[in-house]
């Protein structure tokens, strides 16, 4: 029995165009928010997990290996050095045009494809929802039964020290 709950691992995937991109760190961030969104309704419901259950945060990455492209007159849309440069991405519904404005100039800057993976930033409950979780969830918790096991036992919640 695993320790920890996870959809299937979805493979790293290069990208030259931005809205591709885009779309696929979309596409991560909804699944795995779903897959927490499902497996609370069912605590809720009064079916335990047996194990903690995880999903990540999806993540871009850029590899550079020289400082050929740099434009350093730029405010944004570049690495200013050579390496591997990475970040996480929440709610890409709510950032899409931005997310899209910086892969294009980083596409644009470097002439290197971006990576679009899943980090390993677990996402805390709260955050599955796009708005109040209370308010999300007020049905299934008026039928919930009593669980067994405290929330912080089964899924990540927001942590002040991570932030």
């Known amino acids: 029995m695993p320790s920890i709950l996870r959809p299937e691992p979805i493979a790293t995937e290069k990208f030259t165009d931005a809205a591709a991109a885009v779309a696929k760190i979309e596409a991560i961030y909804e699944r795995n928010t779903a897959f927490l969104r499902e497996h609370f309704a069912a605590y809720l419901a009064g079916r335990t997990p047996t194990t903690r259950v995880r999903a990540t945060y999806p993540l871009v990455r850029i590899r550079t290996t020289s400082y050929a492209h740099v434009d350093s007159r ?11 440069h990475e970040t996480t991405v929440t709610r ?3 950032f899409r045009d931005y997310l899209h404005e910086q892969i294009a100039l980083l596409l644009k800057s470097h002439g290197v494809a971006v990576e679009i993976d899943e980090s390993d930033e677990p996402i805390p409950i709260h955050f599955a929802f796009k708005h109040d979780i209370d308010l999300e969830t007020a049905d299934l918790r008026q039928k919930a039964s009593s669980a067994d096991k405290p929330l912080r036992d089964l899924f990540d919640v927001p942590s002040l020290a991570a932030i």
């Open 74 to 84: 730029l405010a944004y849309g570049f690495v200013s050095q050579p390496g591997t």
């Open 92 to 94: 890409p519904d709510v």
